[in-house]
């Protein structure tokens, strides 16, 4: 009798919210499998555990209104969440935990603007300290070549007041990666959008804009009532044809933080703007309302890079002329070389940055980077740039552009999907110019080759670099 009363306290509680469920629903790989999943009997607690494979999503996840998730890898499986290249990955409409997954949104010719969306219903104006908010957790996951922003906290206004602001926003071992073609921005939470923002142990790379912008609030009384920490993280873009010394405008972007917010133990590496930069505080003495300690920065030869907003004091142990000496950035090498001064240099005693350093499964799925960096010491020297051959897809004929920044044997080969080589475009010593060849379809004797998949690889010197075409027939 004790035990079916106690059971029936249980079902009460539950009824009210105070106590969840939780089932393990074990999900297998294929098209819409996580949809599916949601659409059946799922209830707050629930764990939706994904086998090894490749889940391919046609539309937009939508995590039932009010039911509280957890969608992770089963232990040790690699899963990949190919999102649709037109819509946003997930809606999250309650707490969302995501953990182990790999969100590869698109390829070239089309990617998911946003990988999480928090789109949770609708608040009165002006309710956000008594509102109830979800909040959402992502730890050990990779956001690869997604458009717009990896993670995005919006102002409701922005999708028809249906947005509850977040408690808590926690991303913690995880990877922000725009591939060779780079993302607009990474985690980006709105004016008073999130109580409580915990970025720790993470890398953002090739992330075109702002890999990080967090907003506190400009509201006076609200000031005290967020709060941010941003500590063990490295933002790095490394260069491209157009900004050599970095194409990031900003590595950490924040406005309206207090004097308990805390960014410690960074690296902010090859950005074209300011490593970190706050815009504003929460006093008429804004400037000195913030803590960034322990942090390293490579400052490039421009004279508009810089490691931090400069006209800002900074907190203690903080070297902006570093001399970062990553192993090989640009196959997702972060470790550190000997000699570096981001070794030792965090404010417990372990390297900068993020203490993940090897993240090469994202280049492989997502794709290296446009350049190479061939003399790590000097990130400016490049070999060469590759660009997207246009038009793409083609019929009959396609012109493929690079640039050559040395004298080096250089090579153009077409290889088929099987990775049969059926052309080659160049072979022979070139020197620093840029050149743009045309293929008309054909292989080496001339014949016209079927429709479908072909890639076009360069290789000068040592540094290679190989994309994805698509022949009409």
Not at 137 to 150: G, P, S, T, V, Y
Request: with cysteine.
């Amino acid at each position: 009798m004790k035990g079916k009363l106690l059971s029936l306290a249980v079902l009460w509680l539950m009824g009210f919210g105070l106590v969840s469920a939780q089932e393990v629903i074990p999900v297998s790989p294929g098209t819409n499998a996580i949809s599916a999943a949601l659409a059946g009997t799922v209830y707050s607690g629930d764990i939706l555990e994904l086998a090894a494979g490749e889940y391919i999503e046609e539309a937009t996840v939508v995590q039932p209104d009010g039911i509280n998730l957890t969608i992770r890898a089963a232990a040790g499986a690699e899963v990949v969440w190919h999102a649709p290249d037109t819509v946003e990955t997930i809606h999250v409409k309650a707490n969302l935990r995501l953990e182990n997954i790999i969100f590869l949104a698109g390829d070239d010719a089309g990617r998911a603007p946003i990988c999480v969306l928090n789109q949770a219903g609708g608040i009165p104006p002006g309710d956000v300290l008594t509102a109830e908010k979800n909040s959402i957790f992502i730890d050990n996951c990779m956001f690869l070549r997604f458009a717009e922003q990896a993670v995005l906290i919006p102002d409701p206004a922005d999708f028809g007041d249906t947005a509850y602001p977040v408690d808590s926003l926690f991303v913690t071992n995880s990877l922000i990666y725009g591939g060779y073609i780079g993302s607009h921005q990474g985690i980006v939470a709105d004016y008073d959008q999130v109580r409580v923002s915990e970025i720790r142990n993470c890398t953002a790379w090739r992330v075109d804009n702002d890999p990080f912008k967090i907003y506190g609030s400009d509201d006076v009384g609200f000031e005290d009532y967020f709060h941010l920490m941003f500590d063990h993280n490295t933002t790095h873009d490394g260069a491209s044809s157009t900004y050599p010394e970095g194409d990031e405008a900003t590595g950490v972007l924040v406005y309206y933080i207090d004097v308990d917010d805390t960014l410690r133990s960074c690296i902010f590496s090859v950005i074209c703007d300011w490593g970190f930069k706050c815009k504003k505080g929460n006093s008429a003495d804004a400037y000195r309302d913030y803590l960034l300690a322990d942090s390293v920065g490579w400052r490039p030869t421009c004279d508009v890079c810089q490691p931090w907003y400069t006209n800002m004091p900074v907190g203690p142990n903080c070297n902006e002329d570093a001399d970062v000496k990553f192993t090989d950035p640009n196959n997702g090498d972060f470790s550190l070389q000997t000699g570096s001064d981001a070794i030792g240099a965090a404010h417990d005693g372990t390297d900068a940055g993020n203490l993940i350093t090897d993240w090469s499964t994202a280049v492989e799925l997502a794709g290296s980077p446009v350049l190479r960096i061939d003399d790590p010491q000097n990130p400016v020297l490049q070999a060469f740039s590759l660009n997207q051959n246009y038009p793409n897809p083609f019929n009959p004929s396609t012109r493929i552009a690079y640039s050559i920044r040395k004298s080096l044997p250089v090579t153009l080969d077409i290889y088929d999907i099987v990775g049969r080589k059926v052309c080659t475009l160049v072979n022979e010593v070139q020197h620093p110019d840029s050149y743009s060849i045309t293929w008309d379809g054909r292989d080496d004797h001339g014949n016209l080759l079927a429709g479908g998949v072909y890639f076009y690889r360069l290789q000068a010197g040592t540094s290679v670099e190989t994309r994805k075409m698509v022949l009409l027939k």
